[in-house]
């Protein structure tokens, strides 16, 4: 699907998402004291229908982490993991061993919550810092069945008409640790010309 886009304007976008995620992973590997690094990165544009099967991609079943953001091109950015990894990295935060129930429960949710606000904010403050503009944001919301929470999102009906969106995505991994997982950022794909003029006009453009 990307191929419905000039290589350059993948090169610009391919830049700002990089950009973007070195910085929350930067700031989150400070917090939990590890080297946290994305492993790799892609850009499409894929009907938002199919979606449930990027986020439960795996026999484990994923925890999806999101926040919505609202400015000139309303987008969604989210966390991708199973519950085990999310637990991990909180007692990193913690810098302590805490004791988490095997399922996600109401002992846990509110620390998984937590985890997902300190991530995706590095990643909206990442945002901020490149657009110069203030994104404003929800509360951040956590879902176990990726196939209802697409419907969530707010990009359309996607039980009457496909849905095309803009994703970008990174796996990262925790280094020297079993912990990764999924960052992902989603945009209406007819914004893709705002979103390159806003971009281009603060990255460095590599050809």
């Given at each position: 699907?990307?191929?419905?886009?000039?290589?350059?304007?993948?090169?610009?976008?391919?830049?700002?998402?990089?950009?973007?995620?070195?910085?929350?992973?930067?700031?989150?590997?400070?917090?939990?004291?590890?080297?946290?690094?994305?492993?790799?990165?892609?850009?499409?544009?894929?009907?938002?229908?199919?979606l449930s099967e990027t986020l439960n991609h795996t026999k484990i079943s994923n925890i999806i982490v999101y926040?919505?953001?609202?400015?000139?091109?309303?987008?969604?950015?989210?966390?991708?993991?199973p519950l085990n990894n999310y637990l991990k990295l909180i007692d990193m935060l913690l810098h302590k061993k805490?004791?988490?129930?095997?399922?996600?429960?109401?002992?846990?949710?509110?620390?998984?919550?937590?985890?997902?606000?300190?991530?995706?904010?590095?990643?909206?403050?990442?945002?901020?810092?490149?657009?110069?503009?203030?994104?404003?944001?929800?509360?951040?919301?956590?879902?176990?069945?990726?196939?209802?929470?697409?419907?969530?999102?707010?990009?359309?009906?996607?039980?009457?008409?496909?849905?095309?969106?803009?994703?970008?995505?990174?796996?990262?991994?925790?280094?020297?640790?079993?912990?990764?997982?999924?960052?992902?950022?989603?945009?209406?794909?007819?914004?893709?010309?705002?979103?390159?003029?806003?971009?281009?006009?603060?990255?460095?453009?590599?050809?």
């Open positions: 699907m990307t191929k419905m886009l000039p290589r350059y304007k993948i090169q610009i976008m391919k830049n700002f998402w990089e950009s973007c995620v070195d910085e929350a992973l930067v700031a989150l590997g400070k917090m939990i004291r590890k080297d946290v690094r994305p492993i790799e990165s892609s850009i499409k544009i894929e009907l938002i229908n199919n926040t919505k953001i609202t400015n000139s091109f309303n987008s969604i950015v989210l966390i991708c993991s805490i004791e988490y129930y095997e399922a996600l429960d109401q002992e846990n949710i509110p620390s998984v919550i937590e985890l997902g606000n300190i991530i995706n904010g590095y990643f909206i403050s990442s945002l901020n810092s490149l657009f110069e503009e203030k994104f404003n944001f929800y509360e951040t919301e956590i879902s176990t069945n990726p196939y209802r929470v697409i419907e969530d999102f707010g990009f359309g009906d996607i039980y009457m008409k496909k849905i095309r969106v803009l994703k970008f995505e990174s796996d990262f991994k925790v280094l020297s640790e079993n912990i990764n997982g999924k960052l992902i950022l989603l945009t209406d794909m007819n914004k893709i010309d705002k979103i390159l003029e806003n971009i281009s006009s603060k990255l460095h453009i590599v050809r």
